[in-house]
């Protein structure tokens, strides 16, 4: 069928100009990014089990009839069109799509979609959505590939009105992010004289130099991130991304990292190395150099520090009064050092120390000296534009307002309001990683807004430039000594002049792959007993099949380097990746009997999100990062998912899909001796999609792991990633609904849950397995007229299976109802023992999970207060003897 181009009238506010623009790819564009492909298929072929409808063929050029039902469940049916579009995003939960085909034909959806606000996608990225939806309709029911429509840009915002972007006062600005021509580890520098850097440990040298704006983060901070952020308003390019002092081994080849950390999108470059089939840590070894971070001067500047062979270097890029440019080296040379000059860009250098000859300075074994290369790059001091108001880092008072949200009966939960920036503008805030320090002292990093810390109900920011922050551990008592997960390494962040602010960024581990895609998270750090740090490498998403090994699935993959692995990294510092199959781990935790447990999100090879023990030499499942294991590539046999399927290590527990939880974060266990009420030593673990946190009570069959998985609160402010108990017992939970939109609405959320010691809930407290069915216990006493007889018809129980395969998700499988053939209650009325038939067949109970449902549960307690319909999850691996 031949492109229909047709003209559109302007969509979008605060016009300055206009470009035409294909709205379908435009609107392609938004889908990805918002990440309506994760929960909605849309090619022909896509057979996935998601959470949403697929809308393919769904708006096709003449509407076509759609069966909804409403919240009380009554079907109707509408016409899909451009107004049942609208509706659904911006409404979503008011008409539940019914499902067409499958398992689940004629069924509603369940509500989980999350409401998207024109805040979060505007009018005309909707609009242009609704083309590219259009245009996925069969062969002559579709509407055109090419709509070409006028979208007049916004208002030109100064960088200071932009919350995204990062503006320069009177110190030093220290960034990491993805910027285009450098690789996703680089560190950017914007100085208080006009003129901004990038240094790059990929080549540990300077890459690039302008002056002007410094940076504008906005397609970092908007939902899911595009990586390849701009610099700042008029900015002007001094020096392009050429390396400007590429330090030389002792074999006298220039450092280079590519092969673990490439320019942000050279999938050229990644794809070369995927298919070398190579061995990543020898390859590593091989360099006998690294990274090994940076700490800020008495300016604020950074000095950065690296090693090559027995050398330790320490390097200060700064520009003299008339713009040239200057970088100082020391350290402790143990043998010559010879540096490799750019031969382009600036005027011939001038070296104060060392020997200067061509492209190549050498400076002398030695230590205790400063050597000085100087050169003009043609350009003066760049200019800062005036801001309205000063930089102030000072403490900021801290605040809370009552909160809303499912809570059981003797709670209560409140919103901690984020601080803003050092200028005093709203900032980002995504709580993601939490601890707090034995003097009391909470720590909070963020994705966006740095490493901040709570004392005495005041914040005060401990440290910025971090990028995606995503857990902590605290190493001293006082929280002046921090290790950090962030994408391109672990961290470890020092107050070193108890300022109150982290000056040391030392290099904990980047012995990983990196490569700037948005997906690739680490998650982490857990320290165990001997003082490992482990952490888990998600894969990446979107790529095209050739720069990321998919295993022939459609999102995840991996671009080398061990993601989709568990690592740690011993206290000398040695890389260890242990544990293989994981996909999008975004949970990491020691549990208390000190083993590191994680959660997996469902999508390919994972039908539905779980919890999982990691062991040394595991395979959980995803076979994309099998791909890192020596001499493999893209294409070799020896990882395929067939011949690895059987080693899946077991998880412990299935997260019911759409119904608890579709992206779980991080567990946290109650160790507060009853102050947050009767679930101690349980684990809470939250979910990012449907803004729900949930209660988990473990259990072991021998050496086989499952347990109850219940729900404890839901209609959270937004997605529930980082929980943490406090010092007096109330449970903080870290959120964030940024690209993966939360059903609570809220880009981000910090909420506190206290419990009132007065008042019990009454709910399931957990499911113990037996040989013949189910113990089940309550956190409070069942009433006195509650007899087995009554109990009885009170109870549904049924089970199902989930599936991995390549397809996304999984539906739930051979499915069927339970009977429950008795019921005996305990002496203490807190328990019962539920007989099931069906446990005489260990086959077909157990690798299932079981929902037992309590209807009308009220009348049953008379003593403590419940919802209407108790109901708990139990994952039977196996059963006792």
Aim: proline letters at 7%.
């Amino acid at each position: 069928m031949k492109s229909i181009v047709r003209l559109l009238p302007c969509l979008a506010l605060a016009p300055l100009g206009a470009e035409q623009v294909n709205l379908v790819k435009k609107g392609e564009e938004a889908f990805q990014l918002w990440g309506c492909a994760t929960c909605h298929a849309v090619d022909k072929d896509d057979v996935s089990i998601k959470s949403g409808p697929s809308l393919y063929d769904l708006f096709q050029t003449e509407p076509r009839q759609r069966e909804v039902a409403d919240a009380g469940g009554v079907k109707s049916k509408v016409a899909a069109d451009r107004n049942y579009f609208i509706e659904s995003v911006r409404q979503p939960a008011g008409r539940l799509a019914v499902a067409e085909k499958g398992p689940t034909t004629g069924e509603a959806y369940p509500p989980v979609m999350p409401q998207f606000t024109a805040e979060v996608v505007s009018d005309a990225n909707l609009e242009a959505m609704w083309h590219f939806l259009r245009h996925a309709a069969a062969e002559g029911k579709n509407g055109p590939a090419v709509v070409m429509g006028e979208v007049k840009a916004d208002a030109v915002r100064s960088d200071f009105d932009n919350p995204a972007a990062v503006v320069v006062d009177q110190r030093p600005r220290v960034i990491r992010a993805p910027l285009p021509n450098a690789s996703g580890r680089a560190i950017h520098v914007g100085l208080p004289n006009g003129m901004n850097y990038t240094f790059d440990p990929r080549q540990l040298s300077l890459r690039s130099v302008w002056s002007g704006g410094f940076l504008n983060l906005e397609k970092e901070q908007t939902g899911r991130s595009t990586p390849g952020s701009d610099r700042g308003q008029g900015a002007r390019e001094v020096l392009d991304a050429k390396p400007a002092l590429v330090p030389l081994t002792a074999d006298g080849k220039p450092v280079d990292f590519e092969f673990k950390e490439p320019d942000v999108n050279d999938d050229a470059a990644v794809i070369r190395h995927l298919e070398k089939g190579g061995d990543f840590l020898k390859e590593l070894a091989s360099w006998d150099a690294g990274f090994d971070g940076y700490r800020l001067t008495e300016t604020g500047a950074p000095e950065f520090l690296f090693h090559v062979g027995k050398n330790r270097l320490a390097q200060r890029i700064g520009f003299a009064e008339d713009g040239s440019l200057v970088i100082e080296i020391s350290g402790k040379l143990a043998t010559p050092q010879v540096f490799q000059l750019r031969d382009s860009g600036w005027s011939k250098p001038k070296a104060d120390g060392g020997k200067l000859e061509g492209s190549r300075w050498t400076l002398p074994a030695g230590e205790g000296k400063t050597y000085r290369l100087q050169a003009s790059t043609g350009s003066p001091l760049g200019a800062r534009a005036p801001l309205p108001v000063k930089e102030n880092l000072a403490p900021q008072p801290a605040d809370s307002t009552p909160a809303q949200a499912d809570l059981p009966a003797g709670y209560r939960i409140e919103n901690w309001i984020a601080p803003k920036d050092s200028f005093g503008r709203e900032q980002l805030f995504e709580p993601t990683a939490m601890a707090v320090a034995k003097d009391g002292t909470l720590v909070v990093g963020t994705r966006t807004a740095g490493i901040w810390r709570w004392k005495n109900n005041t914040w005060q920011m401990f440290a910025e430039g971090t990028y995606e922050c995503l857990g902590l551990v605290i190493e001293d008592d006082a929280a002046n000594t921090i290790v950090i997960a962030q994408k391109p390494e672990l961290t470890r962040l020092r107050d070193l002049n108890s300022d109150g602010r982290a000056d040391a960024f030392e290099t904990v581990c980047d012995d990983f792959g990196f490569h700037g895609n948005y997906h690739e998270y680490t998650h982490g750090p857990v320290r165990d007993s001997a003082g490992n740090y482990h952490f888990t490498l998600n894969l990446c998403h979107g790529k095209n099949d050739q720069a990321s090994y998919k295993a022939g699935g459609q999102f995840m993959g991996s671009m080398g380097g061990f993601r989709g692995w568990a690592c740690r990294v011993t206290p000398d510092g040695v890389f260890q990746p242990y544990a293989n199959g994981l996909r999008s781990p975004a949970g990491l935790a020691a549990a208390p009997d000190g083993r590191i447990v994680y959660t997996e999100n469902q999508g390919e090879y994972v039908g539905s999100s779980k919890i999982s023990y990691l062991v040394d030499g595991g395979f959980y499942g995803h076979p994309s990062g099998l791909v890192s294991l020596p001499g493999m590539k893209p294409g070799s046999p020896e990882i395929a998912f067939d011949r690895w399927k059987p080693k899946t290590h077991l998880h412990a527990l299935w997260f019911p899909h759409n119904k608890l939880a579709n992206s779980p974060g991080s567990p946290a266990w109650d160790l507060s001796e009853g102050k947050f009420g009767p679930f101690a030593g349980q684990m809470f673990v939250g979910d990012q999609t449907l803004s729900t946190l949930m209660r988990v009570a473990s259990e072991r069959v021998g050496d086989v792991d499952q347990g109850t998985m219940i729900l404890f609160a839901r209609n959270l402010a937004s997605g529930i990633m980082r929980p943490c108990f406090l010092p007096d017992g109330s449970l903080l939970l870290g959120q964030t609904g940024r690209g993966w939109q939360a059903k609570g609405g809220n880009k981000s959320g910090l909420q506190r849950i206290v419990h009132d010691p007065a008042v019990t809930p009454a709910d399931i407290h957990s499911i113990a397995t037996r040989k013949s069915g189910f113990t089940v216990r309550f956190t409070a006493p069942l009433a006195a007229s509650v007899t087995a007889e009554s109990l009885l018809p009170k109870l549904k129980l049924e089970s199902w299976t989930y599936t991995d395969a390549v397809t996304y998700g999984s539906g739930e499988n051979e499915k069927r109802k339970n009977e429950i053939a008795k019921v005996t209650i305990s002496a203490d009325r807190k328990s019962v023992d539920l007989e099931i038939p069906d446990f005489a067949n260990p086959a077909g109970i157990t690798r299932r999970i079981h929902r037992l449902q309590v209807n009308d549960a009220a009348p049953l307690f008379d003593k403590a207060a419940s919802r209407p319909l108790l109901e708990a999850y139990q994952t039977v691996n196996a059963l006792p003897e």
